[in-house]
């Protein structure tokens, strides 16, 4: 799978990262695509996602501060975080969304991830 993450760094807290995943066409599978982050001794998490349709979701924890994009024509995912916090800090996936045999739509497909860490 060539999913290619790239954007993470080094920011202190208030600070903004701007994500960026090559999708290299994955973006026109499955029903969509998101971002998940995965600290330290935590579990992967869904942060973000955008459907097919353009509907987007976010998780509690960065609503209002992370904004998911995509521009088609490029195969390009997006995730721009402001405000950033130090629970922010984890490793950021790219991943496409496919329907599972229960006809939820999940991410089954990773890149291989870029860090991101803020500093107090």
């Known amino acids: 799978v060539q999913l290619m993450e790239s954007g993470g760094g080094s920011v202190q807290a208030g600070g903004s990262l701007k994500l960026s995943c090559d999708t290299s066409?994955?973006?026109?599978?499955?029903?969509?695509m998101g971002w998940a982050r995965q600290a330290p001794g935590a579990e992967r998490e869904l942060v973000s996602s955008?459907?097919?349709?353009?509907?987007?979701t976010y998780a509690d924890s960065v609503k209002d501060r992370f904004t998911i994009s995509q521009d088609k024509t490029k195969n390009m995912l997006y995730l721009q975080m402001n405000s950033l916090k130090t629970e922010d800090t984890a490793v950021y996936y790219c991943?496409?969304?496919?329907?599972?045999?229960?006809?939820?739509?999940?991410?089954?497909?990773w890149g291989q991830g870029t860090q991101v860490t803020v500093s107090s």
């Open positions: 066409g994955y973006i026109f599978s499955g029903c969509g």
């Open positions: 991943a496409v969304l496919f329907e599972d045999s229960s006809l939820r739509c999940i991410p089954q497909l």
């Open positions: 955008i459907s097919t349709d353009g509907t987007t």
